[in-house]
């Protein structure tokens, strides 16, 4: 694929905050390679989920634009980028977002029944990828019965869901141990080489970079090249 998973130009975001402007982001300007490992870093505040929630067409940048897979998300309508993240985008959090009425398959299962598939179609598929990572055992359990690496391993099944391009992780291993850490780690990377995911990571663990095909890091509202 010629074009970049994103290439992103001039893009500027800022918050009013009791009357004063917090200017985040400053004309940012990158690209992310298809099948390419992003790593973001920079100190807590500094705009690095900001950044990824408007690639994610969660959040609205104020000046510039985004361009995914060559189509410009800034001007994509509400549906348009809904029909984006569902179909090309897998979201992995770090507080782990799962929904504690359901249980781990039903968390999984979820973008799928959002995409309107075939009941049938999407357990098959989530019981795979619980085998895949290891969780096939926690099928019935709910949230609060889980660890933090079951929860994340739960979290990183529901983004492979509808089988994304592109996956986005906010501080994917914030909440968890060392151990957990790495496991999660080996996951993505497993991702990036053998199903060809282009990966764009936000941490503020400089040693994760080590995972990453190029690192960036933002400071005072810049995004510099590692």
């Given at each position: 694929m010629d074009q970049p998973a994103y290439k992103v130009s001039s893009l500027s975001k800022t918050y009013s905050i009791s009357e004063k402007q917090i200017s985040v982001l400053q004309e940012i300007d990158f690209q992310v390679p298809v099948n390419q490992w992003i790593a973001i870093t920079g100190q807590s505040g500094c705009?690095?989920?900001?950044?990824?929630?408007?690639?994610?067409?969660?959040?609205?940048?104020?000046?510039g634009t985004i361009e995914c897979f060559g189509e410009d998300v800034t001007q994509m309508t509400i549906n348009q980028k809904a029909g984006l993240r569902?179909?090309?985008?897998?979201?992995?959090f770090q507080s782990y977002q799962l929904l504690p009425e359901?249980?781990?398959?039903?968390?999984?299962?979820?973008?799928?029944?959002?995409?309107?598939?075939?009941?049938?179609?999407?357990?098959?598929?989530?019981?795979?990828?619980?085998?895949?990572?290891?969780?096939?055992?926690?099928?019935?359990?709910?949230?609060?019965?889980?660890?933090?690496?079951?929860?994340?391993?739960?979290?990183?099944?529901?983004?492979?869901m509808n089988q994304p391009d592109i996956i986005l992780a906010d501080e994917p291993t914030g909440n968890l141990d060392n151990k957990n850490s790495i496991a999660i780690m080996n996951i993505l990377e497993d991702l990036k080489v053998h199903e060809q995911k282009t990966i764009v990571m936000v941490t503020h663990n400089i040693n994760l970079t080590d995972y990453a095909d190029k690192s960036y890091h933002i400071e005072a509202?810049?995004?510099?090249?590692h």
């Amino acid at each position: 694929m010629d074009q970049p998973a994103y290439k992103v130009s001039s893009l500027s975001k800022t918050y009013s905050i009791s009357e004063k402007q917090i200017s985040v982001l400053q004309e940012i300007d990158f690209q992310v390679p298809v099948n390419q490992w992003i790593a973001i870093t920079g100190q807590s505040g500094c705009g690095k989920t900001t950044l990824l929630r408007i690639l994610g067409a969660l959040d609205k940048s104020d000046t510039g634009t985004i361009e995914c897979f060559g189509e410009d998300v800034t001007q994509m309508t509400i549906n348009q980028k809904a029909g984006l993240r569902r179909n090309k985008i897998g979201f992995i959090f770090q507080s782990y977002q799962l929904l504690p009425e359901l249980n781990a398959l039903e968390n999984i299962m979820l973008p799928g029944r959002l995409a309107k598939k075939e009941l049938k179609i999407i357990k098959n598929r989530a019981l795979d990828l619980m085998k895949i990572l290891e969780i096939e055992n926690r099928v019935h359990h709910r949230p609060t019965e889980l660890s933090g690496g079951e929860q994340q391993r739960i979290a990183i099944a529901r983004a492979l869901m509808n089988q994304p391009d592109i996956i986005l992780a906010d501080e994917p291993t914030g909440n968890l141990d060392n151990k957990n850490s790495i496991a999660i780690m080996n996951i993505l990377e497993d991702l990036k080489v053998h199903e060809q995911k282009t990966i764009v990571m936000v941490t503020h663990n400089i040693n994760l970079t080590d995972y990453a095909d190029k690192s960036y890091h933002i400071e005072a509202g810049s995004l510099v090249e590692h």
